[in-house]
């Protein structure tokens, strides 16, 4: 019988230099999170997304020292587990280092993305998915185990429209959330710099040549980029 995980991490920054100092995750009616010291400190950016500092992980043992390191792994990597994160690249990357490799993932970002074929919504990132489809939850957000509530209803809501815009049952619309985050995804307008608000599509026509600098800068970059970096080459035709 399948089971679904729900998970999310907080960590010193958003590049592959970086390394979990939270996890957090809900499993049926069991929720945890943990604090741990990273290996290296964690700078103010970070702290001011997600408010957990230097101070408060001092005297916290390592992920790989802690009593949560090997009963988490043998959770993640069973082979009926199914984990879901928001950007779920990034996460599996961040406990990739900790040796925790899941058989199955699902990633609501993409499959958020992929839903949204009208391309009606500005972001997709988990807070502003919250408030965009009025998901009432009382959960802090930017600590691991608040975005871990907001994350189980934004998956119940988007299996809910794959199942009723498709007629699948919910075995099917798993497996079909499961596809769906197994590759990147096409990303159709910019929500940044000089050609905010236009579609990539069309901004491949007139000026190619700022897809071209992009997907340069992207694929420069320590970042976790994938769906980027899949969109500018598809558009370039690369």
Same mark, same amino acid.
């Given at each position: ?45 970070? !702290? ?25 792994? &043998? ?89 009723? &815009? ?12 499961? &596809?769906? !985050?197994?590759?990147? !995804? ?15 599509? &069309? ?17 420069? !970059? ?17």
């Amino acid at each position: 019988m399948q089971k679904i995980i729900f998970f999310d991490t907080e960590t010193t920054g958003n590049t592959e230099k970086d390394f979990l100092c939270q996890i957090a995750y809900k499993n049926g009616e069991e929720q945890f999170s943990g604090l741990y010291k990273p290996p290296i400190k964690i700078p103010p950016e970070a !702290s001011a997304v997600h408010h957990i500092t230097n101070k408060m992980v001092a005297d916290k043992p390592s992920f790989q020292e802690s009593g949560d390191s090997q009963k988490i792994k &043998e959770l993640f990597e069973t082979k009926d587990t199914i984990v879901v994160a928001h950007n779920a690249p990034f996460d599996l990357m961040i406990i990739k280092k900790e040796n925790i490799i899941p058989n199955k993932f699902i990633c609501t970002l993409r499959v958020a993305r992929h839903l949204d074929k009208d391309g009606k919504i500005d972001r997709y990132n988990l807070q502003y998915l919250r408030y965009y489809l009025d998901i009432e939850i009382d959960a802090t957000a930017h600590d691991a185990l608040g975005d871990v509530l907001v994350l189980e209803q934004l998956f119940k809501r988007l299996k809910k429209k794959i199942i009723d &815009e498709e007629s699948l049952d919910e075995n099917s619309a798993i497996k079909q959330m499961i &596809e769906i !985050s197994s590759h990147p !995804s096409i990303l159709r307008t910019f929500n940044f710099g000089k050609h905010l608000g236009k579609k990539i599509e &069309e901004v491949a026509t007139v000026d190619r040549g700022y897809l071209e600098w992009l997907l340069a800068q992207k694929e420069a !970059s320590d970042q976790i980029d994938e769906d980027w970096i899949y969109t500018l080459r598809h558009y370039l035709g690369k």
